[in-house]
């Protein structure tokens, strides 16, 4: 009989491990109260960001801990009522800045994000998403002299972990990213980024795919778990409770108390981010970083979307004025008083405090695999995830290693 398979959440994460687990002949059904996409993986800025390589808990980024919290406005900020409820956190990333800790973290996302792009392309053709991909590299642009000469080091440690980095002149830069008012000092292309023209798209696109194959969504909150001699053996939803031989976590920043019931405390929390879409947006054929701004602008379907900013220690209620700086960035950048917005959007990130996923299997039982805190870099890490989800749960030899990603790194409950 085919093994019966739980996956909780429909975000991407979920919904590629869905398709990876029912393509090994497994039967898979997939639990969300909300519909596939809809919660973090709705708004990102659609980028499939290989360069990522290195954890924000670095000791560079704590130190700009005070200018985060004197201005709202900054890329990263960090909200000053939201202070005690984020001390912990920060405690903890600060735990993970340290040197060893760091190139540790930059050794495991650089595995992950050196299969992130070829597990894409597998996807791609797997799942028929070429429509929704395009996959010609991706941009970054650097307004001032100091800054791009600042970034050598940084260069030099993306190279060293396989990301190919092409330095950018000035005019090479007006020449691929036509209409910026000022000359940019330089700028980075990287050819083996991608972007999506829809992030929501691919959702519901690998949800599609998967129920025509036999797959089962239900639109149902997983409350938690009935467990057995070491072993989950079945969830329970308020309609109902299922029996399974597996079940994996992909709950994204809501994992904390489902997977604390699995034995491993988990310090996630949101790094809330924003986005706006362009009516009448620039030209453009890649995704550009504007990297002093903290932004991204992204050709979609549609229109331009620009997203980005963190914010740490953010209360329910989003702070639009964030989303309306990208606006005034973009109009800045291009001298365009008359860009207008079409729509805004906020989601959070869900990270852990050394920026690493938590992929493995839990504490408590081993065939309960968590697959969550994919921070920034979700998207592009959703189709490796997804295989590597796979061979957890078929207890076959993963192509990766997975240690420092334990689920148990931050202690047991
Ligand atoms: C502004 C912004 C820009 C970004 N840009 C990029 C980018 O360019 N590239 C990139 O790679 N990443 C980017 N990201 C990050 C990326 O969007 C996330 O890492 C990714 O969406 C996380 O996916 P997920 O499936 O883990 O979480 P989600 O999409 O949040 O999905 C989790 C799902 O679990 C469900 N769930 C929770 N609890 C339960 C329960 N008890 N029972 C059943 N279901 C449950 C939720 O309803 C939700 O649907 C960006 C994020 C933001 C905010």
Redesign the pocket.
Known sequence: MNQQIAI???????MSAARALQRAGTAVTV????EP?????F???????IDHVRPLARLDVLATVPRMLADPLAPLCLKFAGLPHAWPWLWRAAVAARPAQERRGTRALGALLGAARAAWDDEIKLSGLESLFHTEGALVVYEKAGSLAATAADAAILREHGVRVDMLSADEINQRVPGLAQQAAGGRFYPDAAHTVDPRGIVTHLAERFVAEGGTIRR????GFLLAEGRVAGVQTAQRAETVDAVVL?????SRP?AEQLGARTPISGER???VVLENGPPLDLSVTFAERGF?ATPMNMGVRL??TVELGAGTAPDWRRAEALLHHMRALYGRSDLREASRWT????TLPDYLPMLGASPLARNAVFA?G????????AAITGRLVRDLVLERPVEIDLRACRTDRFGRV
């Open positions: 909780v959440g429909a975000g991407i994460i979920g639990y969300d109260p909300e996409g809809a919660v973090c993986s708004g990102n800025a659609g980028n499939i960001a149902e909150k997983v409350t992909a709950t994204g920043l809501a489902l981010g924003y986005h991204i997203a980005g989601g959070d990130r869900p969550f994919h921070q920034h870099i979700g998207l592009t890490l």
